[in-house]
């Protein structure tokens, strides 16, 4: 029985160890920046979340992979705290290389400001048949 028991709490241990983590990947080149929130707070067992990562100001080129998980500690607290704060690991990758300098090198048609809705439906028509044929974005620019 005691063994029982002995064996019982320690798979319980074992249990409560284990990392959580999600990693999603936008795809894009990372570059060498990265943001890292180690003790992002999170409460009641991941039901209320942690604040949102701003990137916009440190990623102008936007974010090549977010990394979440429950470190080893992270876990330990929350197990000490019975799920009340239950903190996280954000790490936010940002990318590498410029949006606006891709408008630059791709195909662009433009559309005068007072363009008839005709115009405007040709113009994206041009840009879709030419997006198939070079297998590249076109983009339709609208004058203001």
């Not at 936008?26 to 890292?36: D, E, L």
């Not at 974010?63 to 009340?84: D, K, P, W, Y």
């Amino acid at each position: 029985m005691k063994t029982a028991r002995s064996l019982l709490v320690l798979v319980c241990v074992l249990a409560m160890t284990g990392c959580y983590a999600a990693n999603i990947d936008t795809g894009r080149t990372p570059s060498t920046k990265v943001i890292r929130q180690p003790w992002a707070p999170c409460w009641i067992y991941g039901l209320i979340p942690p604040p949102v990562v701003k990137t916009a100001a440190e990623c102008p080129d936007g974010v090549a992979r977010v990394e979440t998980q429950h470190s080893f500690l992270n876990l330990l607290v929350g197990n000490l705290t019975f799920g009340i704060f239950t903190p996280i690991q954000i790490v936010v990758t940002c990318a590498e290389g410029s949006q606006g300098s891709l408008i630059g090198d791709q195909p662009e048609i433009k559309v005068a400001k007072d363009a008839s809705v005709d115009e405007v439906r040709d113009a994206f028509a041009k840009a879709a048949d030419e997006a198939v044929k070079s297998g590249h974005a076109v983009y339709v620019r609208m004058d203001r």
